[in-house]
């Protein structure tokens, strides 16, 4: 790819129209007068006025799609961008600095055995939003897995992968990423020198959708990426993890509709290596009911 760009940042939207405001703004201000860096903006069918005001910002490539398509509206903007390497970020997130971008990118061209890195989520008032998918570190270190508000990877090996899983929709796109990462025979690293300013917060999105995707995503991840018999005691336990969290929710419909289509759904197996598995073993402890339960005595 012959291109002078190289950074793409793709960013994806849908109804939120001050937060999109917020973000265009911000990365107008960080990337003017950079010829390398591109921004490419998905709008995935709001109705609030957010791709007319997308349209109307010269600095912003923007696609439009016609519905909402959930993450596969990102890989119309991976499609599009023509950057060595691709920023990826929320409709309510941005980096603070370009500065913390250029120390992931030193290292992706400095160690060529990194395919992504896991940028440092925080909130506006500087508090970090962990969670198991990153190591709580103030090192560049290996990290089992990325946040997808955030995170910097090498468009030709994203490509190679085809982008995110489009059936997803919502959820546990991170994870089917990360073991595609590993399983090209590349690694993770997780740099808090580059930090990505969250706004959003999750729990806002309605309990349905909080309780289907994450449960049918995960049965499907299960069932291709593990074999025998961690498969069968995986399942198990993210039925038991899943029916408890549905009927918290009063969303057992939701559950029931999800444990169907996640565990019907034709798979094509490809087996983790125990070396990837153990890279990986956050998400085992995220989806064993030991380890839930011991977690919570």
Same mark, same amino acid.
């Given at each position: 790819?012959?291109?002078?760009?190289?950074?793409?940042?793709?960013?994806?939207? /849908?109804?939120?129209?001050?937060?999109?405001?917020?973000t265009?703004?911000?990365?107008?201000?960080?990337?003017?007068?950079?010829?390398d860096?591109e921004?490419?903006?998905?709008?995935?069918?709001s109705?609030?006025g957010?791709? %007319?005001y997308?349209?109307q910002?010269? @600095?912003?490539?923007?696609?439009l799609?016609?519905?909402?398509?959930?993450i596969?509206g990102?890989?119309?903007?991976?499609n599009?961008?023509c950057?060595e *390497?691709?920023?990826?970020?929320?409709?309510?997130?941005?980096?603070?600095?370009?500065?913390?971008?250029? @120390?992931?990118?030193?290292?992706?061209e400095q160690?060529?055995?990194?395919?992504l890195?896991?940028?440092?989520?925080?909130?506006?008032?500087g508090?970090?939003?962990?969670?198991w998918?990153l190591p709580?570190?103030?090192?560049v270190?290996?990290?089992?897995?990325?946040?997808?508000?955030?995170f910097i990877?090498?468009?030709e090996?994203?490509?190679?992968i085809?982008?995110?899983p %489009?059936?997803? #929709?919502?959820?546990?796109n %991170?994870?089917?990423?990360? *073991?595609?990462v590993?399983?090209?025979?590349?690694?993770?690293v997780?740099?808090?020198?580059c930090?990505?300013?969250h706004?959003g917060?999750p729990?806002?999105r309605?309990?349905?959708?909080?309780? *289907?995707?994450?449960?049918?995503n $995960?049965?499907w991840?299960?069932?291709?990426?593990?074999?025998?018999?961690?498969l069968?005691?995986?399942? #198990?336990?993210?039925?038991?993890i899943?029916?408890?969290?549905?009927?918290? /929710?009063g969303?057992l419909?939701?559950y029931?509709?999800?444990?169907?289509?996640g565990?019907? $759904?034709?798979?094509q197996k $490809?087996?983790?290596?125990?070396?990837?598995?153990?890279?990986?073993?956050?998400?085992?402890?995220?989806?064993?009911?030991? @380890?839930?339960?011991?977690r919570?005595?």
């Open positions: 790819m012959t291109s002078q760009i190289k950074l793409s940042i793709v960013f994806l939207n /849908f109804n939120k129209l001050e937060e999109t405001q917020f265009s703004r911000q990365l107008k201000t960080l990337c003017t007068n950079r010829q860096i921004i490419i903006a998905v709008d995935n069918g109705t609030d957010t791709a %007319e997308l349209q910002q010269s @600095h912003i490539t923007t696609l799609l016609p519905d909402n398509t959930g596969a990102y890989n119309i903007g991976f599009k961008a950057g *390497f691709l920023l990826i970020l929320d409709d309510d997130s941005c980096p603070m600095n370009l500065k913390g971008i250029e @120390h992931a990118i030193q290292i992706l160690q060529q055995e990194v395919g890195i896991a940028a440092h989520i925080q909130s506006p008032d508090s970090p939003q962990w969670s998918h709580q570190s103030t090192q270190t290996h990290s089992p897995f990325f946040i997808g508000c955030g990877i090498r468009r090996l994203f490509a190679q085809d982008w995110y %489009e059936d997803f #929709f919502l959820y546990q %991170e994870i089917a990423v990360s *073991f595609q590993r399983l090209q025979g590349y690694d993770i997780y740099d808090p020198d930090i990505i300013v706004r917060i729990s806002q309605p309990s349905e959708r909080r309780i *289907f995707f994450p449960t049918r $995960t049965l991840l299960l069932r291709r990426y593990y074999p025998q018999p961690q069968s005691y995986l399942i #198990f336990s993210r039925l038991v899943g029916l408890i969290r549905a009927i918290s /929710f969303e419909k939701s029931l509709k999800a444990v169907r289509e565990l019907s $759904t034709p798979i $490809t087996p983790l290596s125990t070396k990837i598995q153990l890279d990986c073993l956050p998400f085992w402890k995220q989806n064993s009911l030991i @380890h839930q339960l011991l919570r005595t």
